[in-house]
C-alpha cells in the first residue's frame, strides 16, 4: 500500500459523510499517473503553490493600490488568510483540508492587477462576460507553464470557478451557484470573512475611516480586533452548520449574518467607493485601457510581452483574447513598468 493510499484509507476513516474524499475526485481533464505520496487534491495543493500566477498575487492590489506601507494586504496575503480560515472550518466540520486549502490557494489566481476596478476595467474594454472566477479556471487550464495548464482535478477548478458572490447573498439561495463540494462553499464564505476582517483593518490604518466610524452593532457583535472578528464568524458559523434533507448546510446565527452584512455594506460605502480608493481607480483604468489598445495595434510588443511573463501565444485565442489575458495575469507594478516604458519619453543623456 503505497502512502498516498494510506492516506486516502485515512480520510475514509475520519472524514464526514459531507466530505469530499482524495479517492473519489471527479478526475483531471488530461488523466495522469496518481502520485505515490500525494493525495490528488496535495497534489493541486502544490502545483497551485509553485506556479507563476501565485508568485504574482504578492503585487496585486487586494484594495488600495500601490500602497507605501509594508502592512497592507496584497492579494497573495488575502489568498493566505482565506486558506487558514477554510482550513480552520474544513477541520471543525471534519471536511477534505487538502481540497479546501487547495481552493482557496488558488481561488484569486484571475484577479487583474489594481484589485476589482482591473476586473470592472476589462469587462469594459474586453467583454462583459469577463470575471476573475472564470479567468482563475482560465489560468489554471490554458495559459499555465507556458500554456499546457496545472491539470488541476474537476472539484478545485468548480471551486475556484465559484467562489466569488460579487455583491450577491454571502450563501445564494440557488444550489446552482454553489460549488460542487462542501469544501468549495466552505471557501466561498472564508473569503468574505477573510476580506471584511483584513479590508476594515487597512481601512483604518490609510486613515479612510477610523474606529470609531464602525457601526456599533458590528462591534458588539463581531468584536473590536481582527482576532475577535474572525473567531466570532468562524466559530458562529460551525455552530449554526447542520444536516437538512441529507445534506449539510451552511449557516449563521441571524445576529451574526447581520452584523456582517452590515459590515460588508458599510465597507462598500465608506472604504470600497470612497474617494480617496476611486480616484486611484480611475488612474487605474486609464493605465489598462490605453495599454490594451497599444497592444492590439502592436503585434510585437504583445508577442514579447507574452514571452515575458510566459504566456502562451499560440493557444488559437484572439488578438483580443491575448492581450486580455496579458493584463488579467500582470501585477500592478508590471503594469505601471509598461506603462511607462511605452508612453512615457525616455530618459536621454
Known amino acids: 500500500m503505497t502512502l498516498r493510499e494510506q492516506f486516502e484509507k485515512r480520510e475514509a476513516n475520519f472524514m464526514s459523510p459531507y466530505g469530499c474524499l482524495s479517492a473519489q475526485s471527479r478526475g483531471r481533464v488530461k488523466p495522469e499517473p496518481e502520485c505515490s505520496i500525494r493525495t490528488a487534491f496535495q497534489v493541486d495543493k502544490d502545483r497551485i503553490l509553485f506556479s507563476n500566477a501565485f508568485r504574482r498575487l504578492k503585487h496585486k492590489t487586494q484594495v488600495f493600490l500601490n500602497p507605501s506601507g509594508d502592512e497592507y494586504r496584497t492579494r497573495l496575503t488575502h489568498t493566505l488568510e482565506v486558506a487558514q480560515i477554510a482550513r480552520t472550518i474544513g477541520r471543525a466540520m471534519f471536511l477534505n483540508e487538502d481540497l479546501a486549502e487547495a481552493i482557496a490557494l488558488g481561488h484569486d489566481l484571475g484577479h487583474t492587477p489594481f484589485g476589482h476596478g482591473g476586473e470592472l476595467v476589462l469587462k469594459e474594454i474586453f467583454s462583459d462576460t469577463f470575471s476573475h472566477p472564470n479567468q482563475g479556471v482560465r489560468v489554471v487550464q490554458l495559459l499555465e507553464n507556458g500554456g499546457l495548464g496545472l491539470n488541476l482535478t474537476f472539484e478545485v477548478r468548480d471551486g475556484i470557478a465559484k467562489h466569488s458572490k460579487g455583491y450577491g447573498k454571502i450563501i445564494p439561495d ?13 471557501v466561498r464564505v472564508a473569503d468574505i470573512m477573510a476580506y471584511l476582517n483584513h479590508d476594515l483593518d487597512d481601512a483604518i490604518r490609510s486613515g479612510v475611516i477610523c474606529e470609531a466610524d464602525i457601526p456599533d452593532e458590528c462591534v458588539r457583535v463581531l468584536g473590536t480586533s481582527p482576532d475577535e472578528r474572525i473567531t466570532t464568524m468562524m466559530a458562529d458559523l460551525i455552530a449554526q452548520t447542520s444536516p437538512r434533507e441529507g445534506q449539510l448546510v451552511l449557516n449563521m446565527s441571524d445576529t451574526v449574518f447581520g452584523a456582517m452584512s452590515e459590515l460588508r455594506q458599510f465597507l ?12 486611484e481607480f480611475i488612474k487605474a483604468k486609464k493605465i489598462m485601457s490605453e495599454l490594451y489598445a497599444h497592444l492590439l495595434t502592436n503585434e510585437t510588443l504583445l508577442a514579447v510581452e507574452l514571452q515575458k511573463m510566459r504566456l502562451p501565444d499560440n493557444n488559437h485565442s484572439s488578438k483580443e483574447r491575448m492581450v486580455c489575458d496579458l493584463l488579467a495575469c500582470m501585477t500592478d507594478r508590471y503594469a505601471l513598468s509598461l506603462y511607462e516604458r511605452t508612453f512615457f519619453p525616455a530618459q536621454m543623456g
Open 268 to 279: 462598500y460605502d465608506h472604504v470600497y467607493r470612497s474617494p480617496m480608493v476611486h480616484n
Open 174 to 186: 440557488d444550489p446552482r451557484e454553489l460549488p460542487s463540494t462542501m469544501e468549495g462553499r466552505v
